[in-house]
């Protein structure tokens, strides 16, 4: 089982950016598709994007496409999220996801592991 660790989280103003890392430990990273979830206060968790494991396909929720890009480095152990034009509603505790030769989903029970999430603010 892998374990997640995610890093890059703050406040930022609207229109600014931020780059999420996560870091993974445990054997064969490069065999595992990555996601990020987040989950705003009084919401549910929702699915952001994510990465196959080979790094060929990706997925993006309607609502951060064209703004936010996911990327794996598997030489690093570490999957990222880079965030641009940073919206007030983007506002949401951040979570790395990740399963083993997993396809790339969008849902929650797609992914077998999970990081303790890092917090997003941005201010309006």
């Known amino acids: 089982q892998v374990q997640l660790v995610e890093s890059g989280g703050g406040l930022v103003q609207a229109g600014g950016s931020l780059r999420l890392s996560c870091a993974a430990s445990?054997?064969?990273?490069?065999?595992?598709?990555m996601g990020w979830f987040r989950r705003a206060p009084g919401k549910e968790r929702e699915f952001v994007a994510a990465?196959?494991?080979?790094?060929?396909?990706?997925a993006y929720a309607d609502s951060v496409k064209g703004r936010f890009t996911i990327s794996r480095d598997n030489a690093k152990n570490t999957v990222y999220l880079q965030m641009s034009n940073l919206k007030p509603e983007d506002t949401a505790v951040y979570y790395c996801?990740?399963?083993?030769?997993?396809?790339?989903?969008?849902?929650?029970?797609?992914?077998?592991?999970w990081g303790q999430g890092t917090q997003v603010t941005v201010s309006s």
């Open positions: 996801a990740a399963v083993r030769f997993g396809v790339v989903t969008t849902t929650p029970e797609g992914f077998g592991s």
């Open positions: 445990g054997p064969a990273f490069r065999f595992y598709t």
């Open positions: 990465i196959s494991w080979s790094g060929g396909s990706t």
